[in-house]
């Protein structure tokens, strides 16, 4: 009988977090269920355009910190 595995256990997968004995166990998992292995492509592609995305602060943010350290007297940004 395969354990039923979660999306916590794919996390856990992915992030490298198993025990061997848990990765053979979700690999035969995946190999068997489609479904399983479908959510945990999903979770792939996921996190590669997770990691594509470029975060910046807005302008007004970063107006703020500039007044706010000139106001204390703290070193020019």
């Known amino acids: 009988m395969i354990k039923p595995f979660t999306p916590n256990d794919l996390i856990r997968y992915i992030y490298q977090e198993m025990n061997e004995v848990e ?11 489609e479904s399983l292995m479908q959510e945990y492509v999903e979770m792939l592609s996921t996190l590669d355009q997770l990691e594509q995305i470029q975060l910046s602060p807005s302008e007004k943010v970063v107006k703020a910190i500039k007044l706010r350290a000139q106001s204390t007297g703290l070193q020019k940004v």
Do not use: F, N
Not at 23 to 33: N, R
């Open 23 to 33: 990765q053979d166990l979700l690999v035969q998992a995946l190999h068997s269920d």
